[in-house]
């Protein structure tokens, strides 16, 4: 660039797998309400994921039906709201997605119950779609959800059914423990990857450096929600740049923290940041809902490395160490060893 | 949360506060005198910081004047540093200020609140001691006006009950070239490794620091160097902080080798815009 300005380029890739309890299960209830609109009970944490919306369309999909008709309980009860292992491990849509679908499938077979006894019809020839359960080969056929999801009440006052409650859940299937010895086991069930790189422009008389761009291919099986991935995947991205550019505890000789408030210890703000580009690819998971993948956590991994190398070649030295202070690329360029 | 209770008191004058102090003082509140309130609650809060009293001076309008009397700019102590900054009436003062902290907590600290900091940076005094200016200081014994050389001693020495009232900085300072650089360990909102800010007046470059050694200051041994033109910029550097009042600093911000290096790349920057080569 100039005298003493260089921009470089640092690559870095990620594989990840979940590693969980191997009973980690989820639950999921799907209730209706009388205008036929749903009821979703989970037990994942809404912690900024945005996990709730996805199970929503999730649930929207099987019911072939408007997410603006389906209700997502956000509050929970760990009295009596289903379980949810933990809302960790980028496992909420997977988990709970599961569950969520089972818990449709469960509500579907009984609307198409009652709808059979009063269309009759063989439950097999009948089909939910757009509020209505109606015969496949002939949609006139056909009776409202929301005068079945009550029960239904013949003319003569006569009734069948009531509320429709659909129950699922999901466990991940032939989990075990990996052996400490070698490492072997199954400790989640898909294993996710992508690419991640950096581009830097550093200041060789005091080795500060800018973060310019950043990009990320995540391989995401199916994308649920555009703008919740990309919205994970960037906000990843920042945590792993903050954690590979400032983010540290400083010890002590006697281990007392000295930088124990957001005064001394900083993270990168709005500002400081790169450009970000994040783009998928989409090999379906076949276990994941809808094919979807782990995508929660998976922004972050390679974000230290592809700095690091972008940083070592344009510092030209090594940098095996985070966080990549400037004085800390200083100090490798000056032939200091790198604990 | 901040761990205790304490009155709150909001003199209208510079007279009421001081006699407000020495009445508290006396009943053991250890009284604080409060603007932005800044420190109090952060540090308050991790109780390194004990009051019975806070004395407002916000609400006393000599505290919060800003005015040009007589050629003299006369700039209040509870102005915050976003005001000092936004009015544009003290450039190098507005600017130096605006590298504290983040823009949301200088529409709270103050330019008294900072210059009196309990943290070694006070970054707001740095003009004031390039441009000879004079603080207005009351207290229960009265007020005074002293050339800030005198009141500040790497910090502003205050008799008990003292506090700032205002600086009086002559107006023709406002209006020569200056230079302000701030430079962090890596984040954009920070303390310093180094500020440097420095003026050019027809006698020469004077320049200040922060967050270099453990305290602010301006030298005029270190000036004289800088200004001895007949020898490279460099070597003016390298004797000048030789010369220093006291160690360059290591801290969790950064190593002493590290913040020299920094240092003498702000201060050669620092020179060649001032036209100091």
Redesign the interface.
């Given at each position: 660039m100039d005298a003493h300005t260089i921009r470089a380029k640092g690559i870095g890739c990620f594989w990840k797998n979940s590693s969980i309890d191997p009973d980690g299960s989820s639950g999921a209830i799907v209730s209706f309400n009388q205008d036929g609109s749903l009821n979703l009970e989970t037990g994942v944490v809404e912690i900024g994921t945005g996990t709730k919306t996805i199970l929503a369309q999730i649930l929207a999909e099987r019911m072939r039906m408007s997410p603006d008709h389906i209700h997502v309980k956000f509050k929970i009860s760990t009295d009596i709201t289903p379980e949810h292992w933990k809302t960790v491990a980028s496992r909420g849509t997977f988990l709970a997605g599961r569950a969520v679908l089972k818990a449709a499938d469960d509500a579907i077979r009984q609307l198409l119950d009652i709808a059979a006894c009063v269309l009759r019809a063989d439950p097999v020839d009948l089909e939910l779609g757009h509020g209505y359960v109606y015969a496949r080969a002939d949609p006139s056929v056909r009776i409202a959800v929301k005068d079945i999801c009550y029960g239904y009440k013949y003319p003569n006052g006569n009734s069948i059914g009531g509320q429709i409650i659909g129950r699922g859940h999901y466990i991940q299937r032939r989990m075990n423990y990996t052996n400490p010895e070698t490492g072997e086991g199954t400790p989640g069930p898909e294993w996710n990857v992508g690419a991640q790189a950096v581009e830097i422009e550093l200041d060789t008389r005091d080795y500060s450096y800018k973060l310019l761009k950043a990009i990320s291919v995540n391989d995401a099986g199916k994308v649920l929600n555009p703008k919740a991935a990309k919205g994970q995947v960037m906000g990843a991205m920042s945590m792993g740049l903050s954690f590979a550019n400032r983010e540290t505890f400083m010890f002590s000789g006697e281990g007392a923290i000295y930088n124990a408030s957001l005064r001394d210890y900083n993270v990168i703000r709005y500002g400081e940041n790169p450009e970000y580009v994040v783009e998928f690819i989409e090999s379906p998971c076949l276990d994941g809902p809808y094919g979807a993948r782990a995508l929660g956590e998976h922004g972050l991994i390679a974000m230290p490395a592809a700095l690091a190398a972008a940083l070592s070649r344009a510092a030209g030295v090594q940098l095996n160490r985070l966080p990549l202070f400037p004085e800390t690329i200083w100090r490798a360029k000056m032939g200091e060893p790198q604990p | 949360m901040i761990p205790y209770n304490f009155d709150y008191y909001a003199p209208a004058t510079v007279a009421e506060a001081a006699a407000l102090f020495q009445r508290l003082d006396a009943e053991g509140k250890q009284p604080l005198y409060y603007s932005g309130g800044t420190e109090i609650i952060?540090i308050g809060r991790?109780n390194r910081i004990y009051t019975e009293a806070v004395i407002d001076l916000k609400r006393i309008p000599d505290c919060r004047q800003a005015a040009v009397q007589s050629g003299k700019l006369v700039l209040g102590s509870a102005l915050t540093l976003s005001e000092l900054y936004d009015s544009r009436v003290f450039p190098l003062l507005g600017e130096t200020g605006a590298g504290v902290a983040d823009r949301t907590s200088r529409n709270k600290i103050t330019f008294g609140g900072n210059i009196c900091s309990k943290f070694i940076y006070r970054e707001a005094v740095l003009p004031l001691l390039l441009t000879d200016s004079e603080v207005r200081i009351a207290g229960p014994g009265g007020a005074r006006q002293t050339p800030i050389a005198e009141a500040f001693d790497g910090q502003l020495r205050l008799g008990r009950g003292e506090f700032v009232v205002q600086t009086v900085t002559d107006e023709s300072y406002a209006r020569m070239p200056y230079v302000t650089i701030k430079?962090r360990?890596?984040?954009?909102?920070?303390?310093p490794l180094v500020t440097v800010a420095a003026l050019r007046t027809s006698e020469g470059i004077r320049i200040a620091f922060s967050g270099v050694c453990a305290f602010p200051f301006r030298s005029q041994a270190v000036e004289r160097m800088l200004n001895r033109r007949e020898l490279p910029l460099r070597d003016r550097i390298d004797q000048s902080i030789a010369l220093f009042p006291a160690p360059v600093i290591s801290d969790?911000k950064?190593?002493a080798a590290?913040r020299e290096?920094?240092l003498k790349?702000v201060m050669e920057q620092t020179m060649r815009a001032l036209g100091g080569e």
């Amino acid at each position: 660039m100039d005298a003493h300005t260089i921009r470089a380029k640092g690559i870095g890739c990620f594989w990840k797998n979940s590693s969980i309890d191997p009973d980690g299960s989820s639950g999921a209830i799907v209730s209706f309400n009388q205008d036929g609109s749903l009821n979703l009970e989970t037990g994942v944490v809404e912690i900024g994921t945005g996990t709730k919306t996805i199970l929503a369309q999730i649930l929207a999909e099987r019911m072939r039906m408007s997410p603006d008709h389906i209700h997502v309980k956000f509050k929970i009860s760990t009295d009596i709201t289903p379980e949810h292992w933990k809302t960790v491990a980028s496992r909420g849509t997977f988990l709970a997605g599961r569950a969520v679908l089972k818990a449709a499938d469960d509500a579907i077979r009984q609307l198409l119950d009652i709808a059979a006894c009063v269309l009759r019809a063989d439950p097999v020839d009948l089909e939910l779609g757009h509020g209505y359960v109606y015969a496949r080969a002939d949609p006139s056929v056909r009776i409202a959800v929301k005068d079945i999801c009550y029960g239904y009440k013949y003319p003569n006052g006569n009734s069948i059914g009531g509320q429709i409650i659909g129950r699922g859940h999901y466990i991940q299937r032939r989990m075990n423990y990996t052996n400490p010895e070698t490492g072997e086991g199954t400790p989640g069930p898909e294993w996710n990857v992508g690419a991640q790189a950096v581009e830097i422009e550093l200041d060789t008389r005091d080795y500060s450096y800018k973060l310019l761009k950043a990009i990320s291919v995540n391989d995401a099986g199916k994308v649920l929600n555009p703008k919740a991935a990309k919205g994970q995947v960037m906000g990843a991205m920042s945590m792993g740049l903050s954690f590979a550019n400032r983010e540290t505890f400083m010890f002590s000789g006697e281990g007392a923290i000295y930088n124990a408030s957001l005064r001394d210890y900083n993270v990168i703000r709005y500002g400081e940041n790169p450009e970000y580009v994040v783009e998928f690819i989409e090999s379906p998971c076949l276990d994941g809902p809808y094919g979807a993948r782990a995508l929660g956590e998976h922004g972050l991994i390679a974000m230290p490395a592809a700095l690091a190398a972008a940083l070592s070649r344009a510092a030209g030295v090594q940098l095996n160490r985070l966080p990549l202070f400037p004085e800390t690329i200083w100090r490798a360029k000056m032939g200091e060893p790198q604990p | 949360m901040i761990p205790y209770n304490f009155d709150y008191y909001a003199p209208a004058t510079v007279a009421e506060a001081a006699a407000l102090f020495q009445r508290l003082d006396a009943e053991g509140k250890q009284p604080l005198y409060y603007s932005g309130g800044t420190e109090i609650i952060t540090i308050g809060r991790i109780n390194r910081i004990y009051t019975e009293a806070v004395i407002d001076l916000k609400r006393i309008p000599d505290c919060r004047q800003a005015a040009v009397q007589s050629g003299k700019l006369v700039l209040g102590s509870a102005l915050t540093l976003s005001e000092l900054y936004d009015s544009r009436v003290f450039p190098l003062l507005g600017e130096t200020g605006a590298g504290v902290a983040d823009r949301t907590s200088r529409n709270k600290i103050t330019f008294g609140g900072n210059i009196c900091s309990k943290f070694i940076y006070r970054e707001a005094v740095l003009p004031l001691l390039l441009t000879d200016s004079e603080v207005r200081i009351a207290g229960p014994g009265g007020a005074r006006q002293t050339p800030i050389a005198e009141a500040f001693d790497g910090q502003l020495r205050l008799g008990r009950g003292e506090f700032v009232v205002q600086t009086v900085t002559d107006e023709s300072y406002a209006r020569m070239p200056y230079v302000t650089i701030k430079k962090r360990k890596v984040a954009a909102i920070d303390y310093p490794l180094v500020t440097v800010a420095a003026l050019r007046t027809s006698e020469g470059i004077r320049i200040a620091f922060s967050g270099v050694c453990a305290f602010p200051f301006r030298s005029q041994a270190v000036e004289r160097m800088l200004n001895r033109r007949e020898l490279p910029l460099r070597d003016r550097i390298d004797q000048s902080i030789a010369l220093f009042p006291a160690p360059v600093i290591s801290d969790i911000k950064g190593s002493a080798a590290y913040r020299e290096l920094v240092l003498k790349l702000v201060m050669e920057q620092t020179m060649r815009a001032l036209g100091g080569e």
